[in-house]
C-alpha cells in the first residue's frame, strides 16, 4: 500500500502541530467572515499545464454547469498572455514583474474591472515564470480582507493585499522549506481562513496566513484510512502513474476532502503526450488528521481543475448527479461515478 499513497518525505519544518478550525476567531489578516457561505461556480476557468504550455482549456460558466469552449486556443496563448492561473471568476497575469487580476468580462457587460498588484520579487534560487497556480479568498479582491496567493513552482509561495493602500500593499515573499510542497497546488479554505497546500503523496497539508504563520506554517499529519483492497494488477496501475492531490473544501456542509488523482499517457498526438485518468481516490479528512477513504460524499459533487477545485451541492449544478467527481483538463473532461469505481 506504501507504493500507492507514497512514503512521508523526510521534514525540514518545525515540529508538527494540528490544524483547529476556529472560523469565528480570525487573527491572520485574511478575511473575517462569521460563517461560510454556499459556494457558486466561477465564471471561467482556464486549464493549463505549464509544462506543456501549447495545451489550454477555457471552461465558462453556461446554464448552471461548467462547459468547454468548443475551439481551440492558439498553440502560443500562455506565451502572449502571460496567464499564472483563475480564482474565484479573475484571471490574473505576470508580465513584467507586475501582477494583473481582470475581471471576466463576462460578470459586468462592458464594466470588466482590471486591478494590478506592486511589483513582484522572485526570491533567490527561486523562480516566478512558472506558477501552479493562483488563489484568491474572495471574489471581491478590493474588500479589506481579501488576499491572492501565488503558488511557484519551487519553494515561493507570495501573498499580496489588493485593497490595502499604496504605501502599505506589497508582496510578502514566503521561502518553504520542505520540498514536498514544491509542485503542489494552493487553495483558500474559508473554514480555517488559510492558505493551504498538501503534500506531494499527501501526508503533510501545510496552512500559512499573514499572521503567526506568516514563515512558520501550521503542519497537519494525515494518516491515511479504510484503504480499499487493491488487485495486483490495480496496485501495478497506480505505482506507474502520474499522481496528484488536491485539496477541495464544501462550504455547506464545512467537510474537508482529498483527492488523490491518478493519470497515465494514454497516447500521443502531433507529438504531444495526451494522458487519461486511471483512478480516483477521495478522503474525507477530519481536524486530527484522519484522512478516510470514501466513496460517498453524499449529496454533493467536486469539480477538480488544475486552476482551482471545488466541491458544491449537486442540486445547484444542472446535469450533475451527487457523488459525483467532474475532472476538467486539458487533456480530458469527464465525470467519475465514485460509488462506481472497483479496485478488486
Known amino acids: 500500500m506504501s507504493l500507492i499513497l507514497n512514503q512521508p518525505p523526510k521534514l525540514c519544518l518545525r515540529k508538527p502541530v494540528l490544524v483547529r478550525c476556529s472560523p469565528l476567531h480570525h487573527s491572520n489578516g485574511f478575511s473575517s467572515a462569521s460563517l461560510p457561505q454556499s459556494q457558486t461556480l466561477p465564471l471561467t476557468i482556464f486549464c493549463a499545464d505549464p509544462c506543456r504550455p501549447h495545451l489550454v482549456?477555457?471552461?465558462?460558466?453556461?446554464?448552471?454547469?461548467?462547459?468547454?469552449?468548443?475551439?481551440?486556443?492558439?498553440?502560443?496563448?500562455?506565451?502572449?498572455?502571460?496567464?499564472?492561473?483563475?480564482?474565484?471568476?479573475?484571471?490574473?497575469s505576470l508580465v513584467h514583474g507586475i501582477v494583473r487580476l481582470r475581471e471576466h468580462p463576462g460578470k459586468i457587460p462592458g464594466q470588466a474591472r482590471t486591478i494590478f498588484l506592486p511589483p513582484h520579487e522572485t526570491l533567490p534560487l527561486c523562480q516566478a515564470q512558472m506558477a501552479t497556480n493562483v488563489a484568491i479568498s474572495s471574489s471581491s479582491p478590493l474588500k479589506e480582507d481579501c488576499a491572492v496567493a501565488v503558488k511557484f513552482w519551487g519553494p515561493q509561495l507570495s501573498i499580496c493585499k489588493p485593497a490595502q493602500s499604496n504605501a502599505d500593499?506589497?508582496?510578502?515573499?514566503?521561502?518553504?522549506?520542505?520540498?514536498?510542497?514544491?509542485?503542489?497546488?494552493?487553495?483558500?479554505?474559508?473554514?480555517?481562513?488559510?492558505?493551504?497546500?498538501?503534500?506531494?503523496?499527501?501526508?503533510?497539508?501545510?496552512?500559512?496566513?499573514?499572521?503567526?504563520?506568516?514563515?512558520?506554517?501550521?503542519?497537519?499529519?494525515?494518516?491515511?484510512?479504510?484503504?480499499?483492497?487493491?488487485?495486483?494488477?490495480?496496485?501495478?496501475?497506480?505505482?506507474?502513474?502520474?499522481?496528484?492531490?488536491?485539496?477541495?473544501?464544501?462550504?455547506?456542509?464545512?467537510?474537508?476532502?482529498?483527492?488523490?488523482?491518478?493519470?497515465?499517457?494514454?497516447?500521443?498526438?502531433?507529438?504531444?503526450?495526451?494522458?487519461?485518468?486511471?483512478?480516483?481516490?477521495?478522503?474525507k479528512i477530519d481536524e486530527q488528521g484522519n484522512a478516510v477513504y470514501t466513496q460517498d460524499i453524499g449529496d454533493l459533487c467536486i469539480f477538480l481543475t488544475r486552476s482551482e477545485s471545488f466541491c458544491v451541492p449537486a442540486s445547484s449544478v444542472r446535469h450533475m448527479r451527487p457523488n459525483r467527481v467532474k475532472l476538467i483538463d486539458v487533456d480530458e473532461i469527464t465525470i467519475i461515478d465514485l460509488a462506481a469505481q472497483k479496485w478488486n
Open 57 to 92: 482549456r477555457v471552461v465558462f460558466r453556461r446554464d448552471g454547469d461548467m462547459d468547454a469552449l468548443d475551439y481551440e486556443r492558439p498553440s502560443n496563448f500562455m506565451e502572449v498572455t502571460k496567464m499564472i492561473g483563475t480564482s474565484n471568476g479573475w484571471i490574473t
Open 169 to 283: 500593499r506589497e508582496w510578502i515573499n514566503i521561502r518553504i522549506s520542505n520540498p514536498c510542497f514544491f509542485s503542489s497546488p494552493v487553495m483558500y479554505s474559508e473554514k480555517e481562513d488559510m492558505f493551504r497546500i498538501v503534500g506531494s503523496g499527501g501526508h503533510l497539508v501545510g496552512s500559512w496566513d499573514l499572521g503567526k504563520h506568516k514563515y512558520t506554517p501550521k503542519i497537519q499529519r494525515i494518516q491515511f484510512q479504510n484503504l480499499p483492497e487493491l488487485s495486483k494488477a490495480k496496485r501495478e496501475l497506480l505505482y506507474s502513474s502520474n499522481t496528484s492531490e488536491h485539496l477541495v473544501e464544501s462550504r455547506t456542509t464545512g467537510e474537508t476532502f482529498m483527492v488523490k488523482w491518478y493519470k497515465r499517457t494514454a497516447k500521443t498526438i502531433y507529438g504531444i503526450e495526451r494522458m487519461e485518468t486511471k483512478a480516483l481516490m477521495v478522503f
